[in-house]
């Protein structure tokens, strides 16, 4: 049994939801520890911008397992890692990486549903079939579902909630622990998704997405920052840096 996989697990309650602050970072791991995070989340992108890479698993998997070793040698908090296609072209590939993560430390993992550089989803079946390997391992599988990535608002509609529940069904069948629906605020659809999943459902935060509590009486179980606060971190810092450039003596507006 692993103890921090069984207590990251435990933190999916929907209406009272996770919330992960998503890190880049051992530094930034430790700060938001600090500010009282029950978990640690990476983030693909800001990851691998953060170390000169482009997101879509350009980052190379041994370097991102060593920023996971960087993050465990700061907090004792379980620690999930953003894997973005599981780093396989086949399910038996991603499996192997999968034991790599959950090897160095890593309480759960992200699995996104469609391979690099490609819009379209994996097949259901070939999705489940990548998604069991990973949870065959024994780690906490959030499996991300893009049903909604690069659909305009105006064209949600009962199927594409369908679409997600379809999957939502499969990958639970598949052992995977969370659902992660990306992209999506419409809070109509939220609830359907939520009432309908067998699995915890995870969201991700954004401007005008509502609060924690609305998330909550929603049913969400976690709320996920993606990759904003490296995005929010990299804004202040040029602010800051073009201020002193331009003249002033480190000013450090917040």
Same mark, same amino acid.
């Given at each position: 049994? =692993? ?8 933190? /999916? ?7 992960? +602050? =998503?890190?880049?970072?051992?530094? $930034?791991?430790?700060?938001?520890? *600090? ?7 990476? @983030? ?24 996971? &070793? ?9 620690? !999930? ?5 599981? %780093? ?25 549903? /469609?391979?690099?550089?490609? $819009? ?13 390997? &990973?949870?065959?391992?024994?780690? +906490? ?6 049903? %909604?990535? @690069? ?7 009962? /199927? ?5 529940? *379809?999957?939502?069904?499969? %990958? ?10 990306? +992209? ?6 939220? !609830?359907?998704?939520? &009432?309908? $999943?067998?699995?915890?459902? =995870? ?7 509502? !609060?924690?509590? *609305? ?8 709320? $996920?920052?993606? /990759? ?16 002193? +450039? @331009?003249? *002033? ?6």
């Amino acid at each position: 049994m =692993n103890t921090k996989v069984d207590k990251f697990r435990a933190l /999916h309650v929907p209406g009272d939801p996770l919330i992960l +602050f =998503n890190i880049w970072d051992a530094g $930034s791991a430790r700060a938001v520890a *600090e500010a009282g995070a029950k978990a640690i989340a990476t @983030g693909s992108y800001g990851v691998a911008e953060a170390q000169g890479f482009k997101d879509g698993e350009e980052f190379p998997l041994d370097r991102a397992l060593d920023v996971v &070793a960087g993050i465990l040698r700061v907090t004792d908090l379980p620690v !999930t890692f953003d894997m973005e296609s599981g %780093y396989g072209d086949t399910a038996v590939a991603v499996g192997l990486s999968v034991a790599r993560a959950l090897k160095a430390g890593a309480a759960g993992i992200n699995i996104e549903d /469609h391979l690099p550089g490609q $819009s379209a989803l994996v097949p259901v079946a070939e999705q489940a079939a990548r998604l069991r390997a &990973a949870a065959d391992t024994g780690i +906490f599988v959030n499996a991300r579902c893009d049903v %909604y990535r @690069g659909v305009k608002p105006d064209d949600y509609g009962p /199927h594409l909630v369908d679409a997600v529940l *379809e999957r939502a069904r499969a %990958y639970a069948d598949a052992g995977a622990g969370g659902l992660f629906v990306p +992209f999506l605020g419409d809070h109509g659809a939220i !609830t359907k998704i939520c &009432a309908g $999943s067998p699995l915890p459902v =995870n969201v991700l935060w954004g401007p005008g997405r509502g !609060t924690r509590d *609305e998330l909550a009486a929603l049913g969400v179980a976690r709320i $996920s920052y993606g /990759h904003g606060p490296w995005a929010a971190a990299m804004a202040w810092l040029k602010d800051q840096a073009g201020a002193v +450039f @331009g003249g *002033e003596v480190a000013p450090y507006a917040r």
